[in-house]
Structures are given as C-alpha cells and as structure tokens.
C-alpha cells in the first residue's frame, strides 16, 4: 500500500502535522512518499507587512500564484492522497488552491480517495469549503479531513501569529505566548493514523471522516465560523476593490491594500469582539442554523 502525501510550508507545520498523522501508517509498513508543492516564485519568510496584505486579493479570489508542475512519479499507484496545508485569508493558501487547480493533480486524485490537513490560526471553515468544492470539481473521492489549530482565544493568537509570521518568533515571550499549533498537539495528531491505516488495510473510507471527528480532527467553533462568514463576504469585496488597481504587487493598489490591512486589525479588535456579545445574546435563535451549518460542514465532503 502506498500514501502519496502533497504538501506546503513555510515554517514546517504543515510537513510535521502531516508526519504525525502518517506515522502509524508508516509503522504499519505503508509507504508514504511526501512531495512539497512549491511555488515557481517562493514566498517570502518572515513577512513584511505589505509583502503580506498585498496577497489577499488573489488568495480571496482563488487567483493563485503558479506551482511548479508537482512531481507524480513513483505514486502513480497511491492508495490515498493526502494533502496538508494551511488556511491564508480564509481561503486555502494560494500554493494548495494552485495544487487544487492544477490539471495533473486533478487527473491523479480523481477518482482516489484524498484527506486534507489544515493547519492554521483558529479560520479553516471558508477554505474548507472551496477545497471539499475543488475535490468534487476534480472527480477526487474526499473521505476525511483534519484541522489543527493554535488553542489560545482569538485575540490572543492575533498577537502571537504577528509575532510569529512578521518577526519569526514562535516561543512564547513576554505577554505573548506560543503562536501557532502546540508541538503537543501536534504529536498527538498521530491518534488520527489509525482510522486511516485502518480504512487504507480495508480499502473502505466510508466511515472514516466520523471516526476522525470522533477523535476531535474538527476543532468546530461556532463564533468563529461566524466571523469568518462574514469576514469571507467582506474579504470578497476588498478584493476586487484592490484589484481595480492592479494585479499581485502594483504599486498603485498600495493604499487599498493599506486600507485593508486597518480594516483587518479593526474588524479583530474591534468589532469581533463586540459581534461577540450580540452573538450570545441571540445565541438560542442561531441553535438550528449551527446545527445545520456544522452537520453540512463536517460531513458533506461532496458537495460543489
Ligand atoms: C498570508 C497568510 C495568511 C493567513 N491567513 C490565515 C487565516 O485566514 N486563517 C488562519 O487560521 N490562519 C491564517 N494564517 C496562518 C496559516 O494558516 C498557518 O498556520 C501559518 O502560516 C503556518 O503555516 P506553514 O508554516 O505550514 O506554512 C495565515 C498565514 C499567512 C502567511
């Protein structure tokens, strides 16, 4: 049996989430063969501010930044595709939706069953979405996917990613802690190999994404699936309002970018904080709709 597993990064989450959830898998005797999605031009570590707000419009717009062709050789036989990423500007980060968009990778999931892993802040419901919607569009057979994310409350995790993506600062210090996923969780990740070897043995993955959930792979929160769905719809917006300047770096969306980039820091720090209150206030009329958008979100893999 064999486990071809794609893979970005830029700091090694994605990699070591990956090799957690595979290492079961590996004990077991399966091959895995890991390949790293690169992009024709990298992209910058750590980044400037400007280098990192002026990526929004195509990341929002699901206009990503051209891969490298990604390499198929020696898993043309793969059992099961994995494809571990992360979440940029709610959306899949622009080398995952090029990998998504990419007409070989279409050929080679289609019709084999393929898991996702998300590492990120605390936003991956949005990006979800578009993947389970690139999957189906590429004839894939999704089975089950895994999200990690950094544990602190929403505020809290602002702080330590800006730290961590802007300075390279990822242990905790001063008043800002650890950003990003815990080495913990992240060697706990392995729990989640075992529905998997099990499902690859059987060459059944029809009850796999259930016995992931049970196991705690979606760390659902209703309040921040709120905020993204919002902030999707306005990100949306301020895109094509940036692009009306121009493509990826134009000098002359600048200020746009700049706009949005005060937009970004008042929507978390202000006004999520106030939507907060509103949203447990009316939180018993919004029970059915969560329900029903969790149910959907969990476990409509197919879904265009
Ligand atoms: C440009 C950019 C945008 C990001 N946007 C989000 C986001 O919308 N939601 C989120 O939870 N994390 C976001 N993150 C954090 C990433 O999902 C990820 O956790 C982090 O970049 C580390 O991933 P890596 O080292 O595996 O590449 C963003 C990171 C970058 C670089």
């Known amino acids: 049996m064999k486990v071809a597993v794609f893979y970005f990064t830029q700091t090694g989450q994605a990699l070591a989430i990956a090799k957690s959830v595979c290492q079961p898998v ?18 910058p570590y750590p980044w400037s501010y400007m280098d990192f707000f002026q990526l929004m419009p195509e990341t929002r717009l699901y206009m990503p930044a051209p891969i490298k062709e990604p390499d198929f050789s020696g898993v043309e036989d793969a059992d099961l595709v994995i494809l571990s990423g992360q979440s940029w500007y709610l959306s899949p980060s622009q080398p995952i939706e090029a990998f998504l968009q990419n007409e070989r990778a279409r050929a080679f999931m289609k019709g084999r069953p393929v898991v996702t892993l998300n590492g990120c802040r605390n936003m991956w419901a949005m990006g979800q979405k578009e993947i389970r919607k690139q999957l189906a569009l590429a004839g894939a057979h999704y089975v089950g996917y ?57 060459a059944d993955f029809s009850n796999l994404q259930q016995e992931l959930v049970d196991l705690g792979s979606v760390p659902y929160r209703s309040f921040l699936v709120f905020v993204e769905t919002v902030g999707h719809r ?60 969790k149910k959907d979100l969990l476990f409509n893999l197919a879904d265009k």
């Open 26 to 43: 590996e004990a077991a005797g399966v091959e895995v063969v890991y390949r790293a999605i690169e992009p024709v031009t990298p992209f």
């Open 146 to 202: 895994i999200v990690l994310q950094d544990e602190h409350p929403n505020l809290v995790s602002l702080f330590s990613i800006v730290s961590w993506l802007f300075y390279d600062k990822k242990d905790a210090h001063g008043l800002i802690p650890h950003a990003g996923v815990t080495d913990s969780n992240i060697s706990a990740a392995s729990r989640f190999g075992t529905p998997l070897l099990k499902a690859l043995k059987n």
């Open 234 to 293: 306005m990100f949306g917006k301020w895109a094509k309002f940036c692009r009306k300047k121009g493509g990826p770096n134009a000098q002359e969306r600048s200020t746009r970018i700049f706009l949005f980039s005060l937009y970004v820091f008042f929507a978390l720090l202000v006004a999520s904080p106030i939507a907060l209150v509103l949203y447990y206030a009316t939180y018993l009329l919004r029970i059915p709709g969560i329900k029903r958008k």
